[in-house]
């Protein structure tokens, strides 16, 4: 029953700003822990950001200073602001969220394009 709805993507040239959010529908607790991963062309999928339900963040390196995640625990919903977007970051962004070894979803993903 449990779905993660993401939105926001689409389209931006280099340096522009986009906002991603991810909602969970289904569920009447706030997950542990929630982050987004993104998927490039030819690409493993790899981390960009998690919060824990505390608060606590990890970011990855490539995109420190410039991402900001953020949840809503009361709306099960995360965010990513994403500033001074560059083409490498051009991926499809994956919502993830995990509530301890009992739940681990994942969004159907949204295409952020970023172009030079």
């Known amino acids: 029953q449990v779905q993660l709805v993401e939105s926001g993507g689409g389209l931006v040239q280099a340096g522009g700003s986009l906002r991603l959010s991810c909602a969970a529908s289904?569920?009447?607790?706030?997950?542990?822990?929630m982050g987004w991963y993104r998927q490039a062309p030819g690409k493993q999928r790899e981390l960009v950001a998690t919060i824990t339900r505390s608060g606590s963040t990890n970011y990855a390196d490539s995109v420190k200073g410039r991402f900001t995640i953020s949840r809503d625990n009361a709306k099960n919903t995360v965010y990513l602001q994403m500033n001074s977007l560059k083409p490498e970051d051009t991926a499809v962004y994956y919502c993830n969220a995990r509530h301890y070894s009992l739940i681990n979803k994942w969004g159907q993903g949204t295409q952020v394009t970023v172009s030079s």
């Open positions: 289904g569920i009447i607790f706030s997950f542990d822990a």
